[in-house]
């Protein structure tokens, strides 16, 4: 429920009267003296859902988009016809149940920081991020993604990006930038000095440790976490759902990978390097689509749109051209990740086929359990395709050559060199005569 305070100039006052008597909106007005004589403020009451529809309504009677109008929270209202407001915008569902385009403004610029205290979490968040990478443990990990606030940068670029504010996008798109950047190199240099200082072991091969390996190749489920985290934040935002929970979802698509590059840095390793780095891209790229995307279904869209107005529409696309190139840039952004991702899907997909595809024919007697694919770096750094798979076997029987066979057919099957290891389980059976 939001109470609604709206300033009316005497000279509109009938009007906005005569249109919240036929909504059936009960008001109270007290009048105030301002600099052009008397205003009344009107104070009334509406279900969330209505906010939107009533206050443009309001201002199709000619008050101004900019005049003073203040929306609050309020808990309970008892009205003589507020019920009946509940039954039109609640219970029937005369609106959809997102909040008004000014309050989801207000509601995203609350949730990125001042700019000391946002940048101090980033490094901080990057500093616990490459720490839980190097220990390969998944809750130090995960503590870095609680307190990292990029959140609110990437919900303001996308609020912005729907609605057309030029001020919201290019905030939210320079924080994300300046604040990844200040991640990879914190992580950068925090990397160096504990490998200088030997705090790390000098024989660590950080390539092959899994918290870092799993973040330095893209996947399909990379960009599944990007969109559900950046779809989970519009609807939160949207709504009465609180995002601070979100915010660890954001933070576990961006921050952990952004620290593998600045690792991949400090190592000197171009392939943990790029291939981090193009995870962050997708996993940026993926919020920020994911989100707008809700938005624009949720039914928000700018100040002024017109559904049935197309020359209107286009006229209002023309004058928010950063709005546009984003978009553009966005989805021009995505080629490369998706290109890389489309290509290792297909490997991965072919390598299995080959692997069911052989044993069925030359080894019946093994039964496939998995196969599983790793890659190290992407493109033209990638330094490993590995393929382990896992077969149970009868007797306890030695398959020497299995690896080899299967490495062999991959290889002709896909064009690409490949190792492959081959872990046997050992399948017991038991049995009674008679």
């Not at 529809?53 to 507020?82: F, Q, S």
């Not at 509940?86 to 609350?110: L, M, T």
């Not at 044993?359 to 590995?386: C, I, K, M, N």
């Not at 492959?420 to 008679?434: A, H, I, L, P, Y």
Request: charged share 20%; hydrophobic share 50%; with cysteine.
């Amino acid at each position: 429920m939001r109470l609604i305070q709206l300033l009316v100039p005497t000279d509109r006052l009938e009007a906005v009267r005569e249109l919240l008597g036929e909504e059936d909106i009960d008001y109270v007005a007290t009048r105030e003296a301002d600099g052009d004589g008397e205003s009344v403020v009107l104070y009334f009451p509406l279900p969330t859902q209505a906010v939107d529809a009533v206050l443009e309504d309001l201002r199709a009677t000619g008050l101004d988009e900019d005049g003073y109008t203040v929306i609050a929270n309020a808990e309970t209202a008892i009205t003589p016809d507020y019920e009946k407001l509940e039954e039109r915008f609640v219970d029937g569902r005369e609106e959809d149940e997102s909040i008004s385009n000014d309050e989801i403004r207000a509601k995203a610029k609350r949730m990125t920081p001042d700019r000391l205290t946002y940048y101090a979490m980033t490094l901080l968040s990057a500093f616990v991020a490459t720490a839980g990478l190097l220990l390969d443990s998944p809750a130090v990990v995960v503590g870095s993604m609680v307190i990292a606030p990029q959140v609110g940068s990437a919900l303001t670029a996308s609020v912005g990006t729907t609605l057309g504010d030029r001020r919201m996008l290019v905030g939210g798109v320079r924080s994300q930038a300046f604040s990844l950047l200040a991640a990879i190199l914190a992580a950068a240099a925090f990397g160096w000095f504990l490998k200088t200082a030997q705090f790390v072991p000098p024989a660590l091969s950080v390539e092959t440790v899994s918290q870092i390996s799993g973040r330095t190749s893209p996947g399909l489920l990379t960009l599944v976490v990007g969109v559900c985290a950046g779809a989970a934040g519009a609807f939160g935002l949207a709504t009465e759902f609180p995002v601070s929970l979100v915010g660890v979802a954001v933070a576990a698509a961006l921050i952990p990978a952004a620290a593998a590059v600045g690792i991949g840095v400090a190592w000197a390793l171009p392939a943990v390097a790029l291939g981090a780095l193009v995870v962050v891209i997708a996993n940026v790229v993926s919020i920020n689509l994911a989100a707008f995307a809700v938005f624009w279904y949720l039914g928000y869209r700018p100040d002024g749109w017109d559904e049935r107005d197309r020359a209107g529409r286009a006229a209002m696309l023309a004058r928010s051209p950063t709005a546009v190139a984003l978009v553009v840039g966005l989805l021009v952004l995505l080629v490369g990740p998706g290109t890389v991702m489309a290509g290792q899907i297909s490997f991965e997909n072919d390598a299995k086929t080959t692997v069911q595809d052989l044993l069925a024919q030359e080894y019946d007697e093994l039964e496939l359990r998995s196969v599983h694919v790793e890659f190290g770096g992407v493109g033209p750094v990638e330094t490993r395709r590995e393929v382990t798979v896992t077969v149970a076997r009868p007797d306890g029987s030695a398959y020497p050559s299995l690896a080899d066979e299967i490495g062999g057919e991959v290889a002709v099957r896909t064009g690409k060199r490949v190792t492959v290891t081959v872990e046997f389980v050992d399948r017991n059976q038991s049995g009674r005569g008679d």
